[in-house]
Each structure stands twice: as C-alpha cells, then as structure tokens.
C-alpha cells in the first residue's frame, strides 16, 4: 500500500528541501519504492539538493499538461535503484497545476511506488494546497526560533482544517549546545507549544552544509544529522525507534575556557 | 551540574523567555483577544463566584491555552472558604 507523504512547513529556510532529500533517500536505502516531487513550481531546488540537476528533460508541469508521459519525466537516481524524482518546473509559476491535477498526478503513482514524498514550497497560498491536495500525511520541519514555530502553528491548523490523516512535527537545527545552557527551546519546548508529536529531531550540524554542496543526501551516514534521518525514516514506516541522544557533552577544555570568560 | 545552578541563578535564559513569547502570541493570533479583556472576564468570573464561595484573589490563575483541536481557557480560583456549604 502506498502512503502520499507532503514536507512543509510554512516558513521558508527552515530545511523543507534538505528533509525531503534525505527522507527520500532514506526510504530508498531501507528498501521502499520512494518517489520525490518538488512542488515548487518557479524555484525549483530538490533537484541541486539531490546532485540530479544535469538529467532533467521534463517536470511536473510537462506530466500535467500532457506534453510527456509519467516515465518520461521521472528521474531514477542512479544511487539508489528504488529512488526516483519529479522535478519542478522553473519557467513557470505555481497557478500551472490546479490542486485537482496534483491529486491525480499523486494517485497516478500510487500503483508504482511505496512512498510519494510531496516537497512543498513555502508559504500558505496556492502552492501549499496544491503540494497538501493528495497527501494522506504530513511532516511539518520547524526550527526551534519563535518564527519557524509560530509558522509552524498556523500550517498544522490549516492542514487539520483540510482533515490531513497524520501531522508530524520534524524539529530542525537543534543545537544541544545551546539547549543544554538555556539559549534555545528544546524538544519538549517544542512540542509543549505546538502539541503534535514529534517524528524526529535533526541536529544543527555541518555536514548537512558539506552534503549540500556535493548534491548527495547524508541520511544513514556516520554523522549525527545522518542517522537522525534514517531513524525518522523507519519511525515512518511504522518502527518504534528510541531518539538519539544528542547530548553531546563539550569538553573539559571548552567548559574551563567558557567559566574563565564568564570570570 | 553546580555550574548549570551558578548559570541559572545569574542570568535570564532567552529559551524560557522566548516559549513564553510564543505561548502568548500563538493564543493570541488564534482568539485574537486581548489583555483587557481577559481583566474583565476575570473581573465577572470573581463576581460570581463571589456569591456562593470565598476565593483568593492574589492566587487566581487565568489561561488560555493553545491546544489541539481546540484552544482552552483554564481558570483557578484558589477556594478559602465555602460560607453556605448546606446549600452549596
């Protein structure tokens, strides 16, 4: 059986994109049939993020309006045999695809895939209904910043007014560092707030900026951010998994050097 | 761990202080109601309860809180003594 997930979250830089790479990446390391699209018509970007920018011929305007077939716009990624993408198209804008037209498109591909991952832009206009239209759920990624949260909180009203199955919360960029002395909300924060549950907790760390740059997702690699991931990967499909811990203790050194500055 | 105490004690942290920001202005882009007129809801509550029990007024405790599905308002009214308890 298929399951249609969307990645949002309303506000724009939060790591809707880098997500959906590596949750799509993920799934198809553990074995799923995982298609990505990129709903994000006019700044097209999963495409860089994934390093499969040079093999774009078609996008998902080109399947809607019939200008080509399904299986001529999937990119395979030739990474992972059960990994494929849907690019966006550029030249457009987001009033090229109808909110009905993405629910068909979505359900065209249920029969050939296990996983549909929806990477949605930001924003609450006609691109975020388009992107929600055929989800059966939804991971909303926040950061722990009173912007991305407040945003957050206004994406998970609007999605349970639009009766979305399941509503996950993905926290972003946490760093422990700054948790553990009080200067940033921590999980719990979060989740005390915004009162859905939490898939997963993603640490600030820069080999997400490395990965990036090379256009190759980190997700079950030797990083922290990598197995993050993975682990929110089997959480979705089903798995109990414990969460990392990422209480990384600093060291001695750092700790003296910051008690002396403190002095 | 004494060092974490020495921390908490000298300096606000702008964690907490930013979830309080947030729990506020979450209730209030929702119910879009205002400070004033939690006072004045407040007032009437105490009226009434006024009537049938004795209350602290120092130790009230109003909130709206931001829930899912819905938003809540908890109100706690601190009870000193129930004068009437027969009829109560």
Redo the contacts between chains.
């Keep these: 059986m298929s399951e249609v997930i969307v990645i949002t979250s309303g506000k724009g830089g939060v790591g809707k994109t880098t997500t959906s790479a590596n949750i799509g990446t993920g799934l198809a390391i553990l074995g799923k049939r995982t298609v990505l699209i990129d709903t994000d018509i006019g700044l097209r970007n999963l495409d860089v993020v994934m390093g499969l920018e040079n093999r774009i011929v078609y996008n998902l305007v080109d399947v809607v309006e019939g200008n080509c077939r399904m299986k001529q716009a999937l990119i395979r990624d030739k990474r992972y045999p059960n990994l494929y993408l849907l690019p966006s198209a550029q030249t457009r804008d987001k009033t090229a695809v109808s909110p009905e037209q993405m629910k068909k498109l979505v359900d065209d591909l249920r029969d050939e895939f296990d996983y549909i991952l929806l990477d949605c832009p930001a924003g609450i206009e006609r691109g975020f209904q388009n992107a929600i239209a055929g989800a059966d759920r939804a991971l909303v990624v926040t950061t722990p ?2 912007s991305a ?2 945003d957050a ?2 994406i ?2 609007l999605l ?1 007014a639009a009766d979305m199955g399941m509503i996950d919360l993905i926290v972003n960029r946490i760093r422990m560092d ?9 999980m719990e ?1 979060v989740m ?2 915004l ?2 549950n939490v898939i997963g907790v993603v640490p600030d760390d820069e080999s997400i900026v490395i990965s990036t740059n090379q256009g190759e997702p980190l997700v079950g690699m030797g990083s922290l951010a990598g197995q993050a991931f993975l682990n929110i990967c089997r959480r979705i499909m089903g798995e109990q998994v414990p969460f990392l811990s990422l209480d990384v203790q600093p060291k001695l050194i750092t ?1 003296l050097s910051r ?1 002396l500055r403190k002095a | 761990m004494v060092w974490h105490v020495f921390q908490g004690i000298t300096r606000n942290h702008s964690g907490s202080l930013a979830k309080k920001r947030l729990k506020v202005v979450l209730v209030t882009d929702k119910v879009d109601c205002s400070p004033e007129l939690i006072d004045r809801m407040k007032d009437d509550m105490i009226r009434a309860i006024s009537k049938y029990m004795t209350i602290d007024r120092e130790g009230i405790e109003i909130r709206i809180v931001n829930g899912r599905p819905q938003t809540a308002l908890y109100a706690a009214f601190p009870i000193l003594d129930i004068p009437n308890k027969g009829i109560c």
Excluded at chain 1, 178 to 186: E, H, L, P
């Design positions: 910043e009173v949260i407040r909180d206004r998970i009203g349970e700054m948790v553990r002395r009080g200067d940033m909300m921590s924060d005390d707030i009162a859905v700790r008690i």
